[in-house]
């Protein structure tokens, strides 16, 4: 079946360091790719998505660009804050339409220090 | 816009009492996800649904376990009797209509459940 991988944590990293996550997927097909974010105490939230191979998904400075052959989608930030401190999950999205559902990575944690 | 709504956002009770867990997805989201997370076993889908009818249950853990969601508004999910493995945090995730799978989830903040 489908799944996905994440490197383990913690990260730990200072201020202003640059940030690789990286998680690999295995898939039949082409599937949408996801990175969610977990700050203490809250649900998950996007970051950013793909949805075909050579896209690029951007957003608050954090950058995941889908690579087909070599089935990753690997979360980059050039400059990390203290604020980035959080769980960072990895996702895939498998079905057919109108039974779309999420699989997920088993998280790596962050922390940046000050 | 309001977010997915989940209730009560902590709960704690007694081995083998009746947990009740509420959810309100976003208005116009036509697909509903149940949600367990641990530390041991992370995140884990247990149960979702489309256009208010369950689509597959087969993460839910066992028979002590369901769900409902009897109109487009509203689910709720309940432990009947709970065990102190049961303790977690539940999410609630709603979604639109998706036909090419790059539709996003939008996650509650959870139910933190404790069972003593």
């Known amino acids: 079946g489908n799944s996905v991988t994440q490197m383990e944590g913690p990260v730990t990293l200072s201020e202003e360091a640059f940030l690789t996550i990286n998680c690999t997927y295995t898939?039949?097909?082409?599937?949408?790719l996801f990175w969610y974010v977990q700050y203490p105490g809250e649900g998950l939230q996007l970051l950013l998505k793909?949805?075909?191979?050579?896209d690029k998904g951007s957003n608050k400075g954090f950058e995941a660009t889908y690579r087909k052959e070599t089935t990753s989608f690997h979360l980059e930030k050039g400059s990390v804050q203290v604020s980035d401190s959080a769980v960072y999950f990895c996702?895939?999205?498998?079905?057919?339409?109108?039974?779309?559902?999420?699989?997920f990575g088993t998280g790596t944690r962050l922390k940046v220090l000050a | 816009d309001a977010g997915v709504i989940q209730s009560p956002r902590h709960e704690v009770t007694e081995m083998g009492q009746e947990v009740t867990l509420r959810c309100k997805p976003i208005?116009?989201?036509?697909?509903l996800f149940w949600y367990r997370q641990t530390m041991m076993r992370g995140l884990e889908l247990l149960i979702y649904?489309?256009?208010?009818?369950?689509?597959?249950d087969s993460g839910m853990p066992e028979d002590r376990f369901s769900a409902k969601m009897p109109n487009a508004s509203f689910s709720t999910l309940k432990i009947q009797p709970s065990e102190p493995r049961d303790s977690a945090v539940y999410f609630c995730?709603?979604?639109?209509?998706?036909?090419?799978?790059?539709?996003?989830?939008?996650f509650g903040d959870g139910t933190r459940l404790s069972i003593l």
């Open positions: 793909a949805t075909k191979a050579d």
């Open positions: 996702a895939l999205s498998e079905g057919t339409s109108g039974t779309y559902k999420y699989i």
């Open positions: 898939a039949t097909g082409y599937p949408s």
């Open positions: 995730a709603s979604r639109h209509r998706d036909e090419t799978g790059g539709q996003p989830q939008h």
């Open positions: 208005s116009g989201h036509n697909s």
């Open positions: 649904f489309n256009n208010n009818v369950p689509i597959d």
